[in-house]
């Protein structure tokens, strides 16, 4: 786990570098930081750390496949897969110069983030591309506490794919008291035998459950065993950056406790022996304690497609410790972000329906105004549509009309409806949003999320407070499936 271990490095130079405002970061291949303090307007000595970043994006070859294959290809930040990780306390800011070396356009988005919409990071929608050589800063605040991640929104099946990800770490003022953090990308990658990416855009990834590949890592690296210590408690973050793959997760022999999703904390409860589900595009943060004797060894397995489950990795006790003797308490239950609650009653409803994909029924889809058979779609390539409407990629340049357009600060409960055959994540760029029922169930715990996933022929009510003005995208974060019609854009009137 060399990337963890950068992770730890990265923190450790931040306690040994000082805190506050005069705090300097050091990231693998990225610039250093600096921080600013400065005055409000009410001339109040207030401080502001700004924490500067540069990221460069352009081809690399590194190691993913194991010392036994050659290295692949990949596109990357900073020449890591996953890129540096971005570490900052809540209420800070990030000045992000991204530089693109790729001979291609491209932007960052900050996944879950809800920040300025010139912001965002889409290209066409929200801002130009980043033209090969072009530089763009992108500057927010990191209003909310949680795990976030950042990527490509240009071409991005096959730039997402190709290993441009990394993770965002907002630390809570009060986190939970852990013994060690860890953080995990998690990554699927079709390789060929010489350990090349196979070819993107195929019809068939296109029309059924996007690109599910043959080769898993956590932070880039096919996983090797996890090393622990009896007694310890550990913060797992992880993060699915995959462009198709759901994981389900469970940690045999373990409860672990799920603290946060999305970023968003949850009351702690244990996940005795289901899965944790992580969809693309979504977090989750557990607590987990090593309650295992020293020398025994858990596997860590991935059961989402039943008929396929694998080892992913597996938790090697080491012959020391247990570090204490008795269980510790349950994690506290984080500080809530501030996400507006929508008044259930008052808020307006709308539907949207996802259709499309194979053995889903769709007849045809409007597609820039014209009515088209399912063969004349699948002919340009286009599998999806929302409400009757199959997009073509808005991140070439062609975003159409929005999906609809909301009063700036009105509340609104989207039913989001997949009458399809296949699971879709479907995230909300600028908002998160409350999960208040599922297929008519309201939630006993409603949960706030920015990815939600949708089984076939299931939907799922969210509500949300349209507080951020400006244009964001709405789509399904199999990437495969936004490339082919399951994306749009929703209007927050200014
Ligand atoms: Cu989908």
Redesign the pocket.
């Known amino acids: 786990m060399a990337a963890n271990d950068k992770a730890r490095a990265n923190m450790n130079n931040d306690r040994s570098h000082g805190s506050g405002i005069d705090r300097r970061r050091f990231l693998a291949g990225a610039a250093a930081g600096v921080a600013v303090a400065a005055m409000d307007r009410s001339g109040r000595a207030a401080t502001e750390t700004v924490n500067t970043f540069d990221l460069e994006t352009a081809p690399a070859e590194v190691a993913i496949a194991g010392a036994d294959y050659p290295k692949t290809g990949v596109f990357a930040f900073n020449g890591q897969v996953p890129a540096p990780v971005l570490r900052v306390k809540q209420g800070e800011r990030l000045r992000v110069a991204v530089r693109n070396g790729l001979d291609q356009g491209t932007t960052v988005h900050w996944h879950g983030v809800r920040l300025a919409n010139p912001m965002d990071g889409v290209p066409h929608l929200t801002q130009p591309p980043i033209g090969p050589g072009e530089t763009f800063v992108y500057e927010f605040e990191a209003k909310d506490a949680g795990t976030f991640w950042y990527h490509p929104h240009a071409n991005s099946a096959v730039q997402v794919g190709r290993g441009l990800y990394g993770a965002l770490v907002v630390e809570e003022h009060a986190p939970v008291p852990v013994d060690r953090e860890v953080l995990w990308v998690l990554d699927d990658w079709r390789l060929r035998d010489d350990a090349r990416i196979a070819p993107f855009g195929n019809w068939h990834d296109l029309s059924h459950a996007?690109r599910i590949g043959n080769t898993v890592t956590i932070n880039g690296k096919v996983p090797d065993t996890f090393k622990v210590t009896g007694g310890e408690r550990i913060r797992l973050r992880l993060v699915n950056a995959a462009n198709a793959r759901v994981f389900g997760l469970q940690f045999r022999g373990h409860a672990p406790w799920l603290v946060a999703l999305d970023g968003h904390p949850v009351a702690p409860k244990p996940v005795n022996g289901g899965a944790v589900v992580i969809a693309p595009g979504a977090r989750v943060d557990l607590v987990i304690d090593m309650t295992a004797k020293p020398g025994e060894n858990f596997d860590v397995v991935d059961s989402y497609y039943r008929r396929f489950a694998y080892k992913l990795t597996e938790f090697v006790y080491g012959e020391d410790g247990p570090i204490r003797a008795q269980a510790l308490a349950p994690p506290h239950r984080l500080a809530a972000n501030p996400v507006a609650a929508p008044a259930l009653d008052r808020a307006k409803r709308f539907d949207m329906t996802f259709t499309g994909g194979a053995m889903g029924g769709m007849t045809g889809a409007t597609l820039r105004g014209r009515r088209l058979t399912m063969r004349l779609l699948a002919e340009k390539g286009m599998f999806?549509a929302i409400d009757g409407v199959a997009v073509p990629n808005m991140e070439e340049g062609d975003p159409g009309e929005p999906l609809l357009t909301l009063e700036r600060g009105s509340g609104a409960i989207l039913r989001w409806r997949n009458d399809t055959a296949?699971?879709?994540?479907i995230h909300l760029h600028g908002h998160s949003f409350h999960v208040v029922s599922r297929n008519g169930a309201p939630l006993a715990q409603p949960v706030i999320r920015d990815t939600v996933l949708i089984p076939p022929q299931q939907h799922v009510d969210v509500a949300f407070v349209a507080d951020n003005p400006g244009d964001w995208m709405l789509h399904?974060h199999?990437l495969e499936?936004q490339q082919s019609g399951?994306m749009g854009y929703i209007r927050v009137e200014a």
Not at 422 to 425: A, K, L, N, S, T
Request: net charge negative; with cysteine; hydrophobic share 40%.
């Open positions: 996007g999806w296949f699971d879709h994540p399904c199999i499936h399951m």
